[in-house]
């Protein structure tokens, strides 16, 4: 089963009498990135989620956003700083006496001052809020991986009409080969006749023919080839994680049709190498996406 690495997974619950939503958006990456936001005060929360992601995901660019929905927060709570507040007002005043000009402090200008408000962890044991908190996760996880598995079976139905688009196209080559090693000896020949005004010689022309003919030959391309698509269609039936080694095997497929339309000399055999060349590209920018 093909796993992709795009995904979104979201769940929430209640703890400590607080609504708490946790969401999970993944996208490719080529190892494993994990990146957490939680507000200030579940900062403590971070090692915990980022641990348990990493027991259930293994690729992917992943980000991990905590949020507390309920105004009723009982996990933390803010204090005013009485005898800093009292300061800054006598400061205030004592501006105003000095410059002569009437004092105009309102709520925002108060809330602006940083130091005079405190948030503080209400007495509450963390672990009791980590293991309510990953049990939420671990809800989150199993959408983001439901949908992860859809999008992977998805991908796997492309992968295999592309897979079976370029057989045809392979066996298309190895049909329009049979007549193009004969044809080129026939050209060969004729070139030969023509420089030398007589028939050659059959050792001097045998000699040129499987020097041709090795130099035509694709069949131990078009061979690798199908092995290839062979190899890369039982790793869509695998249960593991497959995408670094999909992503080899169409490197090596492209080398191998590349070599094939240098060496067969003949545009009808190019024509398929380019059809399938095109087929590898759209595989290609979509393995990028597989775990």
Do not use: W
Not at 2 to 21: P, Y
Not at 43 to 62: A, D, M, S, V
């Amino acid at each position: 089963m093909l796993t992709s690495m795009t995904g979104f997974g979201k769940a929430e619950g209640n703890v400590q009498n607080m609504e708490i939503g946790i969401e999970l958006k993944s996208v490719n990456s080529r190892y494993l990135e994990i990146f957490i936001a939680t507000p200030k005060f579940l900062n403590f929360l971070e090692e915990p989620l980022r641990k348990y992601i990493r027991q259930h995901i293994t690729r992917g660019n992943l980000h991990c956003y905590l949020n507390v929905n309920s105004a009723n927060n009982t996990l933390a709570s803010y204090s005013v700083n009485t005898p800093l507040l009292k300061n800054f007002m006598l400061t205030v005043s004592k501006i105003a006496t000095e410059t002569g000009i009437e004092p105009q402090v309102n709520m925002q200008d108060l809330l602006a001052q940083p130091e005079l408000l405190t948030l503080e962890e209400n007495n509450i044991e963390h672990e009791i809020l980590e293991v309510e908190m990953i049990k939420i996760l671990n809800s989150a996880i199993m959408e983001l991986l439901d949908m992860e598995n859809k999008e992977g079976e998805y991908i796997r139905a492309i992968f295999l009409e592309r897979m079976r688009s370029m057989e045809k196209q392979i066996n298309t080559i190895i049909d329009l080969q049979k007549e193009n090693i004969p044809r080129h000896i026939e050209t060969l020949r004729s070139r030969i006749f023509a420089l030398l005004k007589e028939d050659p010689g059959e050792l001097q022309l045998h000699q040129e023919i499987v020097q041709l003919v090795d130099k035509l030959d694709i069949s131990e391309e078009i061979d690798r080839f199908k092995s290839h698509i062979a190899q890369f269609i039982t790793y869509l039936n695998s249960n593991e994680a497959v995408g670094k080694r999909l992503n080899f095997l169409l490197q090596e497929m492209n080398r191998e049709i590349t070599t094939m339309g240098n060496k067969a000399s003949n545009s009808e055999i190019s024509q398929h190498v380019v059809e399938i060349k095109n087929e590898l590209e759209t595989v290609r920018e979509q393995v990028q996406n597989i775990q």
